[in-house]
């Protein structure tokens, strides 16, 4: 590659006309689908350029150097500029269909809270009507059927609030884990704990994204983990906020071809949009799982009410 870049370049001096622009952006098209980095690709390009300026023979060439090494430079670039512009792109379109789906999962909260929970009203007015017409051996059978009524709002209730936690709009993310961690607690038996402190209200989409993050992981945690224990711990230092989540179950078993799983990938998604990561693995020596999520909280990110 460094024998073609000085090539290139030779030519890019003596005339630096269309086909010469074109090379140095084919050699930058290369280098970028070869997998060199952007650090190393500028190296190689420096060296190129410095190699002329040290064959120099006179003031008058070393400035006609200077002058084509821009042009040059930002041509052998431009392949990387429009990686970078194209992951821009990406990021807000994915930025954009997560609002999307964060709007639709809210219509449907509030479509299952209120729709259903009128229907239910409905159906304990017939019921109350029905008791007082009872044949006489029914009534134990109408107690039974309230009950069950009872349990049915109960879980709609908790799933519509999970689905879109009004808490996390008005209280911020540590009361709406809290409430979270409860809810899975007391449907699946695992002892959840949550700790830590965003140290202040975040930006709506990180507060969001870090729900679904841990509503993820403790969905995991029920399905795959046979844990008795889970622990989330939230804490932000050096502008990023940190979540992990670790269980006391099987750990992951090692990676496997079958494994067709979209929680975490869509996790990685969602957080590549806020420029923040996810990883996860067993925890090396005592087992059980961890999941860790970073996001960066410059000042621009930050709300302002700090209640959380
Ligand atoms: N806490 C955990 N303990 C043990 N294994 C886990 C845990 N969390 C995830 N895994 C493993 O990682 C896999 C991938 O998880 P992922 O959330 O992506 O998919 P899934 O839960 O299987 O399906 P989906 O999330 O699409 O409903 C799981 O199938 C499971 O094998
Ligand atoms: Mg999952």
């Given at each position: 590659m460094n024998q073609r870049i000085n090539a290139a370049f030779a030519s890019y001096l003596i005339r630096p006309d269309e086909t010469a622009r074109l090379s140095a952006y084919e050699l930058g098209r290369q280098a970028l689908e070869a997998g060199t980095g952007l650090m190393d690709w500028v190296g190689t390009v420096h060296s190129a350029i410095a190699d002329r300026f040290r064959h120099a023979e006179s003031p008058a060439e070393c400035a006609r150097i200077a002058v084509a090494a821009e042009g040059f430079l930002l041509e052998c670039l431009s392949a990387y500029e429009m990686t970078f512009q194209g992951a821009r792109e990406a990021n807000d379109a994915l930025r954009r269909q997560n609002d999307l789906l964060e709007s639709e999962t809210r219509r449907i909260a509030h479509e299952i809270h209120d729709t259903a929970g009128q229907i239910l009203v409905s159906v304990y007015v017939e019921l109350q009507q029905l008791g007082a017409a009872k044949?006489?051996?029914?009534g134990p059978y109408l107690a039974r059927v309230t009950t069950l009524l009872d349990e049915i709002q109960a879980h709609l209730r908790r799933f519509a609030h999970e689905l879109r936690p009004t808490m996390l709009d008005d209280l911020g993310l540590m009361p709406a884990l809290e409430a979270l961690g409860q809810s899975v607690s007391s449907r699946s038996g695992i002892a959840v704990s949550i700790e830590g402190s965003t140290e202040g209200r975040l930006a709506p989409a990180v507060e969001i994204a870090l729900y679904r993050t841990v509503q993820e992981a403790l969905t995991n945690t029920t399905k795959h983990s046979g844990a008795a224990r889970a622990e989330v711990s939230v804490e932000r230092q050096r502008g990023e906020v940190r979540c992990t989540v670790t269980d006391?179950?099987?750990?992951?078993?090692?990676?496997?071809?079958?494994?067709?799983?979209?929680g975490l990938i869509g996790l990685r998604e969602r957080l590549a949009s806020l420029g923040g990561s996810v990883r996860w693995g067993s925890i090396p020596g005592v087992g059980g799982a961890v999941l860790a999520v970073t996001i960066p909280v410059e000042a621009s990110h930050a709300a302002s009410s700090p209640n959380s």
């Open positions: 044949p006489a051996d029914a006391d179950g099987v750990g992951f078993a090692p990676a496997t071809s079958h494994n067709h799983g979209l």
